[in-house]
């Protein structure tokens, strides 16, 4: 059985307020795209006492496999399912530490694919419990559709939003972008505009209006992110911006424009509803 997790972008990003835990306040809305991984699992024959097997292909994949969050989304659900051993297959086309949450789908991805091939009737709800244990923005890849985050990125609010027909650019320079890092140089403030009315309002005034807080830390690290940015607003992009904590930047363009020739890791895309 194989499935096809899907990347997001963040569409704005505000850092409100530092919690009590060290961890911080944030609103965002996840937006779901059509860059995909490949997600197989079959039936492990002759498994010699182990409980899976594990086979990356594609983009590279750092890490011990046990730290996998595929990996982790199968475990998880062993301890509370006899499920039998399987061979996990990833090909990994969504690049790592690109702020597109590809780990993230691949674990909730996958565990839609155990839930639907062992027959586990898990519900939607279950699944985005069991999601939420792996991480804040797993759980959005469940229902898979234009959502508002809160909290640490793991309190959902389904909004009304549809891209469809726009064309989508998205760019990984080869740098990497820690996330703590990112946090600690960040002030936590209010936005000056809501991001829920924001939203609402046509693309083409998002530019004024649309703000990631994280650029403000990253772009003077990583001076090349802001030129990506900048570049893609240089071609005609209605709108660009970081997703996440970076490193990616995407730019959407109106539907009918031949998209630009960009250098780097480029990915053309053509939106459509989910």
């Not at 062993?78 to 990833?90: S, V």
């Not at 959005?140 to 891209?163: E, Q, Y």
Request: glycine share 6%; hydrophobic share 40%; charged share 20%.
């Amino acid at each position: 059985m194989i499935s096809f997790p899907n990347a997001k972008i963040n569409l704005g990003l505000h850092i409100t307020e530092k919690r009590p835990d060290g961890y911080h306040n944030l609103e965002t809305v996840f937006y779901p795209i059509p860059l995909e991984d490949a997600l197989e699992i079959h039936p492990l024959l002759n498994a010699n006492g182990r409980s899976f097997a594990f086979h990356p292909s594609g983009l590279e994949i750092a890490g011990r496999v046990e730290d996998n969050l595929v990996v982790k989304a199968y475990l998880l659900l062993k301890d509370t399912f006899e499920l039998p051993p399987i061979n996990i297959h990833l090909f990994k086309h969504i690049p790592s530490g690109a702020g597109m949450g590809g780990g993230s789908s691949d674990a909730a991805f996958m565990l839609k694919l155990l839930n639907e091939r062992f027959s586990l009737q898990l519900t939607v709800e279950q699944l985005e419990d069991y999601a939420a244990i792996l991480g804040a923005d797993c759980a959005f890849f469940i229902r898979n559709k234009p959502t508002f985050a809160s909290g640490i990125g793991n309190v959902f609010s389904p909004i009304d939003l549809s891209l469809s027909g726009y064309q989508l650019i998205v760019i990984k320079p080869d740098v990497f972008v820690s996330t703590r890092d990112a946090f600690s140089k960040i002030t936590p403030q209010q936005p000056e505009f809501a991001l829920q009315e924001v939203i609402k309002r046509p693309v083409n005034e998002w530019k004024e209006y649309l703000v990631n807080d994280f650029e403000a830390s990253v772009f003077p690290q990583f001076p090349v992110i802001r030129e990506i940015k900048e570049e893609l607003y240089r071609q005609g992009a209605i709108y660009a911006a970081m997703s996440g904590s970076g490193s990616s930047v995407f730019g959407l363009f109106a539907p009918a424009v031949t998209l630009p020739e960009m250098k780097g890791q480029c990915y053309q895309l053509a939106l459509t509803n989910q």
